[in-house]
């Protein structure tokens, strides 16, 4: 008797488990490495805002020259320099962005003009690395002849500010005439009145 009982049990338990076969069971949730993977790549492919916040630096931009001419009531500053490949699809993408120099106290303190006006960076086009912008202010008052003497002969310290498209400063370099021939790997001497030299 048992095994007549048995028998039709055990067909039973076998159609229960055909009919179990068509359900599916709660998706598996993904390894914690997995997980991760797939974040990062939406939050990659996602747009991110672009910034210029601390892209204008060495190597990707780099003050080749740096030459003032001023007369009694005016001021041109020529800037040539280079960026990097990285930079230029940057700016390819971004779009606006200015140049201003602040100029030296000796200077504005007689001219009332403390810096220029922003001036529109040129636009990456075909695959140009090295530029050039001028940039130039003027004033009603005469400077004195030993000023312009000065600034012709580069005596004087300007500041280059780098301004994204909203004109707030991404970069600011101080004394952007010197730029060119400063060397962050070897640090600078300063050479004091006394003719000693510290580090």
């Given at each position: 008797?048992?095994?007549?009982?048995?028998?039709?049990?055990?067909?039973?338990?076998?159609?229960?488990?055909?009919c179990e076969?068509?359900?599916?069971?709660?998706?598996v949730?993904?390894?914690?490495v997995?997980?991760?993977?797939?974040?990062h790549?939406?939050?990659?492919?996602e747009?991110?805002?672009?910034?210029?916040?601390?892209?204008f630096l060495?190597?990707?931009?780099?003050?080749?020259?740096?030459?003032?001419?001023?007369?009694s009531?005016?001021?041109?500053?020529t800037i040539?320099?280079?960026?990097s490949?990285?930079?230029y699809?940057?700016?390819?993408q971004?779009?606006?962005?200015?140049?201003?120099i602040?100029?030296p106290?000796?200077?504005s303190?007689?001219?009332?003009?403390?810096?220029?006006n922003?001036?529109?960076?040129?636009l990456?086009?075909?695959?140009?690395?090295?530029?050039?912008?001028?940039i130039?202010?003027t004033?009603?008052?005469d400077?004195?002849?030993?000023?312009?003497?000065r600034?012709?002969h580069?005596?004087?310290?300007?500041?280059?500010?780098?301004?994204?498209?909203?004109?707030?400063?991404?970069?600011?370099?101080?004394?952007?005439?010197?730029?060119q021939?400063?060397?962050?790997?070897?640090?600078?001497?300063?050479?004091s009145?006394?003719?000693?030299?510290r580090?």
């Amino acid at each position: 008797m048992s095994k007549k009982f048995f028998h039709p049990l055990f067909i039973c338990f076998l159609l229960l488990a055909a009919c179990e076969r068509g359900h599916d069971p709660a998706p598996v949730a993904p390894h914690p490495v997995e997980k991760a993977k797939q974040e990062h790549e939406k939050a990659e492919t996602e747009q991110k805002p672009l910034s210029l916040e601390q892209k204008f630096l060495p190597p990707h931009f780099l003050v080749n020259q740096f030459i003032a001419k001023a007369t009694s009531r005016s001021i041109e500053l020529t800037i040539h320099y280079t960026i990097s490949e990285q930079l230029y699809r940057l700016l390819e993408q971004y779009r606006d962005y200015y140049f201003v120099i602040q100029y030296p106290e000796e200077l504005s303190r007689l001219t009332h003009v403390d810096r220029s006006n922003a001036v529109k960076g040129p636009l990456p086009a075909n695959g140009q690395l090295s530029y050039t912008i001028t940039i130039s202010s003027t004033w009603t008052n005469d400077i004195p002849k030993d000023l312009i003497n000065r600034i012709n002969h580069g005596d004087l310290r300007y500041n280059l500010l780098i301004l994204d498209k909203e004109r707030f400063p991404v970069h600011i370099f101080n004394d952007v005439q010197w730029y060119q021939s400063f060397d962050p790997n070897k640090g600078s001497s300063v050479i004091s009145e006394d003719g000693g030299a510290r580090k």
